[in-house]
């Protein structure tokens, strides 16, 4: 069964910098995409950004574009997702998710998530 761990939320002033990590194993067919999500207090949880399972494609919902960079390194099988410019309106829990075969092309949500981690941006 796939396990995913995310880290590295805190809290961060306006225009800071915070770098998540996600932690991801157990793939049946090797590697997938992975996508990064947020939930804000009283709202729907949200796609944030996705990258292929090579690495080679990307891909960010326009409010994170130009501040947020994902990458992977396939040999620590690790997602890192760079968070710089932050705003207030970043605030959320972060949570990492994917499954077996999963593409950034898939519109539904994956079946495997982590606990989330806490982003506070504030003064």
């Known amino acids: 069964q796939v396990q995913v761990v995310e880290s590295g939320g805190g809290l961060v002033q306006p225009g800071g910098s915070l770098r998540l990590s996600c932690s991801a194993s157990?793939?049946?067919?090797?590697?997938?995409?992975i996508g990064w999500f947020r939930q804000a207090p009283g709202k729907k949880r949200d796609w944030v950004a996705c990258?292929?399972?090579?690495?080679?494609?990307?891909d960010y919902t326009p409010s994170v574009k130009d501040r947020f960079t994902i990458s992977r390194d396939n040999a620590k099988n690790t997602v890192y997702l760079q968070m710089k410019s932050l705003k207030p309106e970043d605030t959320a829990v972060y949570y990492c998710?994917?499954?077996?075969?999963?593409?950034?092309?898939?519109?539904?949500?994956?079946?495997?998530w982590g606990q989330g981690t806490q982003v506070t941006v504030s003064s």
């Open positions: 990258i292929s399972a090579t690495g080679n494609m990307t």
């Open positions: 157990g793939f049946t067919s090797g590697e997938a995409a």
């Open positions: 998710a994917t499954e077996d075969d999963y593409t950034c092309y898939d519109s539904h949500f994956p079946e495997f």
